[in-house]
């Protein structure tokens, strides 16, 4: 079945610092990705929607100056967390699709423990 | 506009006892329904979704839900739970830009 990679798993930064994470798709190409951040004990909130080759959309009240995201081909999306605060501490999933119908399911990355200090 | 609303924030059953996780939806087009699992500290995996066809699905593990249009239902339920199965369960509908609207999530407790 189709694979997302998300890399890395779990990140320890400093305050003020910037943290990449990579999604992968591993075998299918990516038209679309999603990106999620849960809080504890929440659902998933998401964050923005990043189309190969184009601006990624943002969903409101998301900082995209804060939250840089790149989705460069149709294997790979960023996501940088720039000048990291501890509010920023969250657990971060991206999904991918590589179909547009509105019954292909999401394929998730295991997701990335950020913790800030 | 789609919404999902999923009962219950935290469900407990016994070892071997009947799992039932409630979700209502509500859309203005056919829904796409989904319901995805999340193990700690993992991303979320598919475990059964509805789209067309037999209102019946059947997923992995031993999951299945049932589509009721008439209750706009789509609870996931397996016969008999398994210490394995302790997770947190997310009910989805298809939005109509292709996302998924999500559900609050249900975490399942399974009482030894």
């Known amino acids: 079945g189709a694979v997302v990679s998300q890399h890395p798993s779990w990140v320890i930064c400093k305050s003020g610092t910037s943290v990449k994470i990579e999604c992968r798709s591993l075998d299918f190409q990516a038209t679309t990705m999603f990106w999620y951040r849960q809080f504890p004990k929440q659902s998933l909130m998401l964050m923005a929607t990043?189309?190969?080759?184009?601006?990624?959309?943002?969903e409101q009240g998301v900082e995209k100056d804060k939250f840089l995201i790149n989705h460069a081909s149709l294997t790979l999306s960023t996501l940088t967390v720039t000048s990291a605060h501890p509010e920023d501490s969250s657990f971060y999933i991206c999904?991918?699709?590589?179909?547009?119908?509105?019954?292909?399911?999401?394929?998730f990355g295991n997701g990335t423990r950020l913790t800030v200090t | 506009a789609q919404s999902v609303t999923q009962l219950g924030s935290h469900v407990s059953v016994s070892e071997g006892a009947l799992v039932l996780l409630r979700c209502n939806y509500s859309?203005?087009?056919?829904?796409?329904l989904f319901w995805y699992v999340q193990y700690p500290n993992q991303g979320l995996q598919l475990l059964l979704k509805y789209t067309t066809g037999a209102t019946l699905v059947k997923g992995i593990n031993g999951f299945e839900a049932e589509f009721k249009k008439s209750e706009t239902s789509f609870h996931l339920t397996k016969p008999s739970a398994h210490m394995s199965d302790a997770a947190e369960y997310f009910c989805?509908?298809?939005?109509?830009?292709?996302?998924?609207?999500w559900g609050a999530g249900t975490k399942l407790i399974i009482k030894p």
């Open positions: 999904s991918a699709r590589g179909q547009e119908t509105y019954n292909s399911p999401l394929h």
């Open positions: 859309s203005s087009v056919p829904p796409y």
């Open positions: 990043s189309n190969e080759g184009s601006k990624a959309t943002y």
């Open positions: 989805a509908v298809s939005g109509s830009n292709y996302q998924l609207i």
